[in-house]
């Protein structure tokens, strides 16, 4: 466990956290006026290995060299020249600061962070932290990398958790949810949609699916696998055959024959670690489904709404008529801005036929598949 503490003063500015991975979705701006939850557990915090937020410098301003230094092989619109490495953690996890209500940024329904940390040490009054909680955007504070230190609290860590004790918890992620929004005539109102964390985790994993096709045509299995990828990967990749077969694979699922191509597995919340297979599937390209783990966990185990008493009990085999959550009336989305994300860091855009696909999709999102 460690306390991040003010470079300048030593000032404790958080409580006790321990480390786990990024989420897919740090990064995403979702909807229009949604109301987007805490990003990070509390009790926890990550390390964002990319800048984020300015100064900005334009695609065009980059020597080719200088962003492949930085571990990007494909174009963007602009990059951030902001510091690496900041440590991101739920708002209320944070003590002993300030906020600097002058740094509000451009927001609209809260603090978009884009004039800078808009925290300051209550102590010192140096600038430690950015925080986040603007409508479409996910609430967190980002502790600058160059303004706060780590201490160790408690001794060794404990171990991350095993796969098979994460298997365990099953805490899927449902694929559907109620989004709330800003603006209705009581206050607040709500919508269904699919989720936001599904969006990104599926912007993510269909950035590596396109690298791991080399140019073919992709099958995934049939279902809820193929409500989030197939669409998509038919209008990104060429028709024809042979197909490169896609399956879902992780622990306590059965080992995926010889014929498979692409395996879609899931990724440690705590470590960031990608599951490796064993076997004839270790031959196959490992695709991440990254956090939530939830979302993998959903797939694998295909589960259907099950309505339970709110109190009390029912006989056995009885169940509850309510009705089910409402569906999205829309065809599933992949998060435009973690796809490219993600892709642009991947070497095998800079394959001829990749490359092309990145630059005919309009740089906003507004592809019917984003």
């Not at 080719?64 to 510091?83: M, T």
């Amino acid at each position: 466990m460690f306390v991040f503490a003010c470079a300048r003063c030593d000032t404790a500015l958080t409580v006790p956290l321990s480390q786990v991975s990024l989420p897919a979705h740090a990064r995403q701006t979702y909807g229009n006026g949604a109301q987007l939850p805490v990003l990070m557990k509390s009790g926890t915090f990550a390390v964002d290995p990319d800048p984020w937020g300015g100064p900005w410098r334009m695609w065009d301003e980059i020597d080719p060299g200088e962003a492949e230094v930085r571990g990007i092989y494909g174009p963007v619109y602009a990059l951030s020249d902001s510091a690496p490495g900041a440590f991101v953690i739920a708002p209320g996890d944070v003590r002993g600061t300030r906020m600097i209500p002058e740094m509000r940024g451009g927001a609209c329904c809260g603090l978009d962070g884009a004039d800078g940390p808009n925290m300051a040490c209550e102590t010192c009054d140096l600038p430690v932290a950015t925080r986040i909680d603007d409508c479409s955007l996910w609430q967190a504070v980002r502790l600058s990398p160059d303004a706060v230190h780590r201490v160790l609290v408690e001794g060794v860590p404990p171990a991350p958790l095993s796969w098979a004790e994460l298997t365990e918890k099953g805490e899927s992620t449902p694929p559907f949810e109620p989004i709330s929004t800003w603006g209705g005539r009581l206050g607040t109102s709500h919508y269904w949609s699919w989720s936001p964390q599904w969006e990104a985790a599926a912007g993510h994993a269909l950035a590596h699916l396109l690298a791991a096709s080399a140019g073919r045509p992709v099958t995934v299995p049939k279902g809820l696998t193929a409500d989030v990828f197939q669409r998509a990967l038919d209008a990104l990749l060429p028709a024809g055959s042979p197909k490169r077969r896609a399956v879902l694979a992780g622990p306590g699922q059965p080992t995926p024959d010889t014929g498979v191509d692409i395996i879609l597995v899931p990724v440690h919340p705590q470590t960031g670690q990608t599951w490796t297979p064993a076997g004839a599937a270790a031959s196959a390209y490992p695709v991440p489904l990254p956090l939530p783990l939830g979302v993998w966990l959903w797939l694998v185990s295909a589960q259907p709404y099950l309505p339970v008493p709110a109190t009390g009990g029912l006989p056995h085999d009885v169940l509850r008529d309510d009705p089910l959550p409402p569906r999205p009336n829309y065809l599933f989305r992949a998060d435009w801005g973690t796809f490219q994300h993600t892709l642009v860091r991947l070497r095998a855009v800079r394959s001829p036929w990749l490359r092309t696909i990145l630059e005919n999709l309009p740089q906003d999102g507004t592809a019917d598949l984003f």
